[in-house]
T-cell receptor, first 120, second 111 residues
Framework: AQKITQTQPGMFVQEKEAVTLDCTYD???????LFWYKQPSSGEMIFLIY??????QNATEGRYSLNFQKARKSANLVISASQLGDSAMYFC?????????????????FGPGTSLSVIP | GAGVSQTPSNKVTEKGKYVELRCDPI?????LYWYRQSLGQGPEFLIY????????DSGLPNDRFFAVRPEGSVSTLKIQRTERGDSAVYLC?????????FGPGTRLTVL
């Protein structure tokens, strides 16, 4: 089963407009973390924003904000005032951590990504 | 300061050969992750180190893949008897808290 779903393979947005990139996740853990990364055509992976499952406030970093709806298991990324340099692939990811006797894991699972194109 | 570095940046090898990919994390970062990214897909988790030990190696696809981090800093991903399906970009990331800092990747091509 898909752990991270990004239903929008491609998105277009007009420069200076806001855009929302969707992400839903699947986990039975109580403690987990959610990330968004940007990958331009150059290939580098750039961290944008992080949300912990126990954080009550939605995370914000400059023009990026994470719309975290825990009950719906969604963690959408909102980019305000889009710029041409925002054109890139965007990946949602989830870190699952479990420490226990007999069973433990600590991994980060990425979604398939959304390609964002900003139109002048 | 120096970021995460990976060597080589490109590696072309023949099917059946052995390869080693190296990752130098940011100094002081205790956590180190290896991922594999195929064209048009998101990174695929391979292994996570906390210090010297592999805290989670469940993402390694089979026993041809092995990774070490003997002194808790530099890590090497080793692939034996390479297959054409191993061709991908191998990414390394290190972190101290939640934010992962990624290296530029090693592009592996198996002919």
């Amino acid at each position: 089963a898909q752990k991270i779903t990004q239903t929008q393979p491609g998105m277009f947005v007009q420069e200076k407009e806001a855009v929302t990139l969707d992400c839903t996740y699947d986990t039975s853990d109580q403690s987990y973390g959610l990330f968004w990364y940007k990958q331009p055509s150059s290939g580098e992976m750039i961290f944008l924003i992080y949300q912990g499952s126990y954080d009550e406030q939605n995370a914000t970093e400059g023009r990026y904000s994470l719309n975290f709806q825990k009950a719906r298991k969604s963690a959408n990324l909102v980019i305000s005032a889009s710029q041409l340099g925002d054109s890139a692939m965007y990946f949602c990811a989830m870190r699952e951590v479990l420490s226990g006797v007999g069973t433990s894991y600590d991994k980060v699972i990425f979604g398939p990504g959304t390609s964002l194109s900003v139109i002048p | 300061g120096a970021g995460v570095s990976q060597t080589p940046s490109n590696k072309v090898t023949e099917k059946g050969k052995y390869v080693e990919l190296r990752c130098d994390p940011i100094s002081g970062h205790t956590a180190l992750y290896w991922y594999r990214q195929s064209l048009g897909q998101g990174p695929e988790f391979l292994i996570y180190f906390q210090g010297t030990g592999a805290a989670d190696d469940s993402g390694l696809p089979n026993d041809r893949f092995f990774a070490v981090r003997p002194e808790g800093s530099v890590s090497t991903l080793k692939i034996q008897r390479t297959e054409r399906g191993d061709s991908a970009v191998y990414l390394c990331a290190s972190s101290l808290t939640n934010e992962q800092f990624f290296g530029p990747g090693t592009r592996l091509t198996v002919l």
